[in-house]
């Protein structure tokens, strides 16, 4: 049987989706690896989303908290909230009480991505503030280090990202990911799939 890994994303602007898309080809890339692409449900209503001109969702399937046992290791990305994740995904997380009761999701593999609007918008504290929902339900968080590698210490150009996960910055909304962004991307679903395979097999 094939070694499933969820990648489980909201993304408002397309942002956190291209790091999204990219994670699952890094998880793809790994021999016995089947990763799929989810979105957690949008809370806003859509005149709102209209008046903030975001864009149409992707066909990308909605995601039930009910689900996510089926899932043997995960990737959890969302866009920054005041240095923390967007309400959507947390509101997400809020629903998978009876999962934590039961202790489904203990012992399993996760590792988290993001999008800021700044070098100082939370890269690392939203992060850092996700992983109080990983311990409570008793997963491993799986943070990538600098096994990325030189791409760790670019120091020529912007780079999202830290060793807590892949990150992008949004700005104003117009810049995308860069080449170096979505190589980390890649990169840290490669190496999330390769940690879940091993811990499947033990």
Request: zero cysteines; charged letters at 20%; glycine letters at 12%.
């Amino acid at each position: 049987m094939a070694v499933k890994v969820y990648i489980v994303y909201y993304s408002l602007y397309g942002h956190v989706e291209k790091l999204a898309e990219e994670i699952k080809k890094g998880a793809d890339s790994v021999d016995g690896v089947e990763a799929t692409l989810w979105q957690v449900p949008e809370t806003l209503p859509e005149e709102v989303l209209g008046k903030m001109g975001a864009p149409p969702k992707s066909d990308v399937p909605l995601i039930n908290p009910k689900e996510l046992p089926e899932g043997d290791g995960f990737v959890f990305g969302f866009p920054t909230r005041f240095g923390m994740m967007a309400a959507q995904f947390k509101f997400f997380l809020d629903a998978t009480g009876s999962l934590w009761q039961t202790q489904q999701l203990a012992s399993k593999p996760a590792g988290i991505f993001y999008s800021t609007g700044s070098q100082g918008g939370g890269q690392e504290t939203t992060a850092l503030t996700a992983i109080t929902q990983l311990v409570h339900h008793g997963m491993l968080f799986v943070p990538i280090g600098y096994t990325f590698g030189s791409g760790m210490f670019e120091m020529n150009e912007v780079k999202g990202g830290s060793p807590y996960g892949a990150g992008t910055y949004a700005g104003d909304g117009s810049r995308q990911p860069t080449k170096l962004e979505l190589e980390q991307a890649f990169h840290q679903g490669k190496y999330i799939a390769t940690i879940t395979k091993k811990l499947k097999k033990e």
